[in-house]
């Protein structure tokens, strides 16, 4: 059994910034790519980063700059920094970690339940 749980996640004045964690915890042997989404009230839910395992990273345009996505892989962590954040930030944020499955000997998405970002002006 696995699971993500993020945190970090709470109420921040535009121009702050928040640093986000997503521990993934059970019997883990290896996590391949791993990814932090956000949706937005009303909204689809959007990709903002990736980070692979040997630490290769892309962002959003819309965080490009502002967000740094890390991991530390000894701690089967990962991190997302968010810097001079926005209103139109504010949304629920996920983690998203592809983690070997023993009973599967393949690789399987897995979702945290989130962790709400909520940005004022």
Request: net charge neutral; hydrophobic share 35%; charged share 15%.
């Amino acid at each position: 059994q696995v699971q993500l749980v993020e945190s970090g996640g709470g109420l921040v004045q535009a121009g702050g910034s928040l640093r986000l964690a997503c521990v993934a915890s059970g019997t883990i042997y290896a996590i391949d790519d791993m990814a932090w989404y956000r949706q937005a009230p009303g909204k689809q839910r959007e990709w903002v980063a990736t980070i692979a395992n040997r630490g290769t990273t892309n962002y959003a345009d819309s965080v490009k700059d502002r967000f740094t996505i890390s991991r530390d892989n000894a701690k089967s962590t990962m991190y997302l920094q968010m810097n001079s954040l926005k209103p139109e930030d504010t949304a629920v944020y996920y983690c998203n970690a592809d983690i070997f499955d023993v009973h599967t000997a393949g690789y399987l998405g897995h979702w945290g339940q989130g962790t709400l970002v909520t940005v004022s002006s």
